[in-house]
């Protein structure tokens, strides 16, 4: 029987909707406890973390101001020019995959400096890439490599946290992840100002090989001989099997795969519609999108004091429904064109702004169901969270790449996450997941 850390539990039958979930977040005990020595600080394993688990946004983020001299320069369309965004977000979701059991079985230290070492080759490979077909194809198999930092990233949290203490930690993590909407788009309109949009791919690959070398000299190995899951690839479909099976933890480890889906439609759209739609500038554009990646961080910081007192389905459950309030307020700024462009970036920071309240909660919950499996629960959520963001994404290029086809996706992805939380979960019943206040 599992222990758990807090009391206010409902437990689940199996002829109704009522599951095992503890609403304040509590988890499994994992059977190894690392001591307060080991543990070492809090903050440090923020910073160490986050700097994984923000690789792939910041070689998602600091390409963005170069993405329409991306187009120019090889002689293609914005929309394969997105592909390049959308192709690292797929190719990270399968890497995910592989990844997430391959630490559960191994460990966390190898898979992630593998992975980062063949990051750099394909960040080299990019740089000097011929065409746009080669560089979507290299592109994809540079979120498969990067994919381990996250994944890992995600692990080694699960592995040393349980509780609201998870929740609060993956909050705390997105103040690191914060720094890449902030601080890349400034560095790729730097490099494209002074360089060409190939330098940013040299870029990648020098932090790549930094991360690679903390990695081998301050991260521990958090999972221990005697925790990892034995067997091969049996054992990996039986446990993918079994999170399958489980429809909420499935339920609520989508929610942050939608909520990237919300951030990419921005993030692809944007720069047509803020650099080519209003005339703005590298420069500007990247001020832009640094307020809104402020947002983005002072609500995940709100999320880390909140959750020590609000259960974080309910947090989830709130900010969903206002930021569907906030995303049909921006489709209303885009079709009427109210406010121009002051009303436009307005609606858009209030809809990005609920945003460190959906993944770090969703993602805690679904993984307090699982923690005997915390590698391939990772991947599980990890591969939601790249894939549906990659395959919704190209739907704003799709869907003519303007003001309008951006906000439509973002609303429409919203309202499946409300739908989803609604209508696959309990938390909006009366009697269903039991709430403490």
């Keep these: 029987m599992p222990h758990v850390t807090h009391i206010d539990t409902q437990e689940m039958s199996p002829g109704n909707d009522r599951i095992d979930m503890i609403e304040a ?104 890439v011929p065409g746009i077909q080669a560089l979507i194809v ?19 949290i699960r592995d040393r946290f349980t509780g609201s203490d998870a929740a609060r930690i993956l909050s705390r993590l997105m103040l690191v992840i914060g720094l890449a909407p902030l601080l890349a788009p400034t560095i790729g309109s730097f490099i494209t100002t002074y360089g060409t949009w190939r330098w940013v791919f040299w870029v990648l690959a020098v932090m790549g090989l930094v991360l690679g070398a903390v990695v081998l000299r301050w991260m521990p190995e958090t999972l221990p001989t005697e925790r990892r899951r034995e067997g091969g690839v049996g054992t990996v479909f039986r446990g993918y099997a079994t999170l399958l099976r489980d429809r909420h933890f499935i339920a609520l480890a989508i929610l942050p795969g939608l909520g990237m889906a919300v951030v990419m439609s921005y993030v692809v759209g944007s720069p047509f519609v803020l650099q080519e739609g209003y005339g703005l500038s590298h420069q500007q554009f990247a001020l832009l999108f640094a307020v809104n990646g402020i947002g983005l961080v002072a609500s995940a910081q709100a999320n880390a004091a909140l959750v020590r007192r609000v259960a974080p389905v309910r947090l989830l459950r709130a900010a969903l429904v206002v930021q569907g309030v906030f995303a049909l307020a921006l489709l209303t700024v885009a079709i009427t064109g109210a406010g121009g462009l002051i009303g436009l970036l307005v609606a858009l920071w209030l809809v990005l702004s609920m945003q460190g309240f959906i993944p770090a909660n969703a993602s805690a919950l679904a993984l307090s169901r ?8 990772a991947a599980v959520i990890g591969a939601f969270q790249a894939g549906v963001a990659g395959l919704v994404s190209p739907l704003v290029g799709v869907l003519g790449g303007d003001a309008l086809a951006m906000s439509g996706v973002m609303l429409g992805v919203v309202v499946a996450s409300i739908l989803i939380l609604a209508l696959a979960t309990p938390a909006f019943r009366r009697g269903g997941w039991h709430t403490p206040v």
């Design 25 to 128: 977040m509590a988890a499994p005990e994992p059977p190894h406890r690392p001591s307060s020595r080991s543990r070492g600080s809090t903050a440090r394993w923020v910073l160490l973390l986050g700097a994984l688990a923000a690789l792939p946004a910041f070689t998602v983020d600091m390409y963005l101001p170069a993405l329409p001299d991306v187009a120019a320069d090889l002689d293609t369309s914005p929309a394969l020019a997105q592909l390049t965004l959308s192709g690292m977000l797929i190719g990270g979701a399968v890497g995910q995959l592989v990844i997430g059991p391959l630490s559960d079985r191994f460990g966390r230290r190898l898979p992630v400096v593998v992975g980062l070492s063949l990051h750099v080759v394909t960040s080299v490979l990019c740089a000097v």
């Design 138 to 156: 290299l592109r994809v198999l540079q979120g498969f490599f990067n994919a381990s930092a996250q994944v890992v990233a995600i692990a080694v």
């Design 370 to 377: 699982h923690g005997e499996m915390a590698g391939t629960a």
